[in-house]
């Protein structure tokens, strides 16, 4: 469940660099944005975004060109939505990532079949977590977007809308029937 993401990063810091730079120096062809994934608390959106500024100046002495990144991060445990109050001053947006969020807030795996039936973002405890994100989100003026299968779900969308969802991330195929539901509301 838990060594991946932002702790991965965090443990492996010379591959996040690498990651880093890499993103610092296609920012000069476009609008990129980083997303830092399983964030937990405020020390580790800060440590990341210390180890993205480190990067930042190391290009620049070594007279590379960089373009502007901005910084969100993944919501997608129940401690960085129950935190996203604390979270939302550290950055310009938070994604909630339903498929994990659901996982680890319901304590159902995505690949036990037994447990299908707890696999829904439309729990009373999942929908309450991406309010106070959204609440969050609001009071700090950033932007909050939903990616997983919720993002598309024709059932879902109104709900996630109506709570302060700003931006829904799915498959282009999904678009469509996500742009119908959305003009309807």
């Given amino acids: 469940l838990g060594w991946r993401g932002i702790r991965m990063s965090l443990d492996v810091p010379g591959l996040f660099k690498l990651q880093l730079r890499a993103i610092l120096r296609a920012a000069t062809h ?6 830092f994934p399983m964030i937990a608390d405020v020390g580790e959106i800060r440590t990341a975004k210390q180890i993205l500024k480190a990067c930042e100046e190391e290009l620049r002495s070594e007279g590379q060109e960089i373009g502007p ?3 969100g991060i993944m919501i997608e445990t129940p401690a960085a939505a129950l935190l996203a109050g604390e979270l939302a001053p550290e ?6 990532g339903t498929n994990d969020l659901v996982q680890y807030v319901l304590a159902a795996d995505r690949g036990n079949e037994r447990l299908r039936r707890l696999q829904s973002a439309d729990h009373p405890a999942v ?6 994100t959204c609440e969050a989100a ?4 950033i932007w909050v977007g939903v990616c997983g299968e919720a993002a598309a779900d024709p059932a879902m969308i109104p709900k996630l809308v109506e709570l302060g969802v700003t931006e829904l991330s799915m498959s282009a195929p999904s678009i469509p029937r996500a742009k119908k539901v ?4």
């Fill in 127 to 132: 929908l309450e977590l991406v309010k106070r």
């Fill in 138 to 141: 609001r009071e700090h003026g």
């Fill in 91 to 96: 950055v310009s947006f938070f994604s909630i």
């Fill in 69 to 71: 990144v901005e910084v």
């Fill in 182 to 185: 959305v003009s309807e509301l």
């Fill in 30 to 35: 476009g609008n990129l944005k980083v997303m």
